[in-house]
């Protein structure tokens, strides 16, 4: 299914079944260009090269690893999920930058660079916002190979990551909620809102793909819930104890809220995360193939490394 903008994959380029992350890494970073359009000569440029700019940036890619590697674990071809985990990047690219605005979080910095509202403008950065949230769903509807109802699903589960039951919604209560709400239980669901339905709408993608039983499906969500619990965890701690050129993106962004770090403490909070790998762990091996490979990730990228945005 052609989709205008969406560049065609090179699919003989592609390593076939390889679920190592760092190929599947290097498979995103090339891909990611070919879905923004190349743009027009002029001032409008300017939408075209900030949007280059907001997802090109360093990243890890874990939301598209996730896709391809629940997409394998469930039996399909990680390559097929591909162009989905990418279409999650987008979301999740164009969610920083609307969180970095003044209005926002007002930060300065983002993946190792000044944040797209200082180096284009506000006006651009909103722009370019609606833009990357526009091609992901365009990115999704190009996905070949798929039924309508894989299709329609895949578009379910990126929608309800964005609006009301996900990113926007925890966005709200991240600028607004007082500290009577910044309760365990309230910072919890702003978590997932903020954090974890992206991350489980990237699993949930990836597993439809791959052709997932129900039960399947389920385990994976169970899976997401836990890892975006600990990815968040993670962000609050590399907001107390990493610098800005570490992270590449502003510390000390959360001084004036209530996070867990200050609910239960650094070592706790640690321990939260260790405790959340194992859950999400033990939810993979009660239903899915038993291949390790995307528990493996996960541990080695929370555990290993820090924070995962």
Known sequence: MATVGVQPRNTRA??????DAAALFHLTEARLPALIPPGHAGETAILFEAARSALLGRGKRARPILSMLACAHVGGRPQDALDY???????HAASLVLDDLPCMDDATL???????????????????????LNQAHRTVLGVEGLTAEQRLGL???????????????GQVRDLRDGAEARTEAGLRRLNHLKTGALIVAALRGGGIIGGATTAQLEALTRFGDCIGFAFQLS????D?????ETLGKDVAQDRDKLTFVDLWGVGRVRAAVRQAVDRAEEALTAQCSGDDRLGDYVRGLLLNVGAAR
């Open 240 to 244: 107390v104890s990493s610098t800005a």
């Open 155 to 169: 578009l379910n589960e990126l929608t309800s990551a964005v609006g009301f039951g996900g990113l926007a919604h």
């Open 85 to 91: 985990g990418c279409a999650v990047e987008i979301v």
């Open 110 to 132: 983002r993946r190792g660079a000044t944040a797209l509202h200082l180096a284009h403008g506000e006006d651009a950065a909103v722009l370019v916002s609606i833009a990357l």
């Open 235 to 238: 962000d609050d701690l590399a």
């Open 14 to 19: 592609e390593p076939d079944g390889d679920t």
